[in-house]
């Protein structure tokens, strides 16, 4: 009789040890060596938190034998992945066939509830899904908005806005005489030029009277020169200063703005100036 209950023993933990199923376990392995094999596959796979490999595997394993552990271990994937309804599915699955008890009952339990709880605070934050009401016409009407009450003063009366100093178009006046002082100086260099040659002339000229008349020449060519020079220097510098002026002026005009306003018993006028 011993020796009977010693293998009976025995027998039992082989079965336990083996994944053989056992009635009243429900995560017992299931009975079909091919379901092992992907129950065991599956395992490796979500120890690796390879989620998604690992619910084809159950998937598989489950169609061969559907044992509860398949449910329990898809509700255990689909949970990691943050796929709560599928998960609740399958745990409400295992909760219905394997009829759990005790520490497995309670975590079973108590992942659906804080699963539930996730999803009802994402339908909480989410927009609204209706669709916008239809107007008569069979058009979508735009969104009603309740209007608040202002704590601002009604502002009745004129409101207007004045531009000051915005002058437009190119300074031609400035253009111009800076061009003319340059035409003169350039015109000054031209007489510079033409008495130096003049002066060369004459001191290569033998005969006195013509060497007289050629320097009197080039003292002309040169004072008008230095005339000239001087005018275009003038010019040339009063257009710089007029077309520098004038830039100033084209900058954004200053913008004054009044408003008067009217209350039930006051009233006021504000602007910007």
């Not at 938190?49 to 034998?65: N, P, Q, T, W, Y």
């Not at 898809?74 to 219905?96: S, T, V």
């Not at 601002?152 to 437009?168: I, N």
Request: glycine content about 10%.
């Amino acid at each position: 009789m011993r020796t009977v209950l010693r293998w009976l023993s025995v027998a039992v933990s082989l079965l336990v040890l083996g994944g053989v199923a056992i009635a009243g376990n429900p995560l017992a392995r299931p009975g079909k060596r091919e379901a092992r094999e992907h129950l065991d596959r599956g395992n490796r796979l979500y120890n690796t938190r390879s989620f998604e490999e690992a619910i084809v595997e159950f998937k598989a394993g489950a169609l061969v034998d559907p044992a509860t552990v398949f449910d329990y271990n898809l509700g255990q994937a689909y949970r990691q992945l943050g796929k709560y309804k599928e998960a609740i599915w399958h745990y409400e699955r295992f909760l219905d066939n394997g009829k759990p008890t005790g520490d497995l009952l309670d975590a079973v339990n108590a992942f659906l509830a804080e699963m539930r709880a996730q999803l009802a605070n994402r339908a909480l934050t989410m927009p609204p899904t209706e669709p916008a009401p239809r107007s008569a016409e069979g058009t979508t009407a735009p969104p009603v908005t309740q209007a608040v009450p202002s704590s601002e003063p009604r502002r009745t009366g004129v409101s207007s806005e004045a531009t000051v100093g915005s002058p437009t178009g190119t300074d031609w006046l400035g253009w111009g005489m800076a061009g003319a002082g340059v035409a003169a100086m350039g015109g000054a260099a031209a007489l510079f030029f033409s008495s130096s040659h003049l002066i060369d002339q004459a001191n290569n000229e033998p005969d006195t009277r013509r060497r007289n008349q050629l320097h009197d020449q080039a003292g002309t060519r040169n004072t008008i020169g230095v005339i000239v020079g001087i005018g275009g220097i003038g010019l040339t510098a009063a257009g710089i200063i007029k077309l520098v002026l004038h830039s100033r002026e084209m900058a954004p005009a200053h913008t004054t703005t009044l408003e008067i306003g009217i209350t039930s018993n006051s009233a006021f006028v504000v602007g910007r100036f």
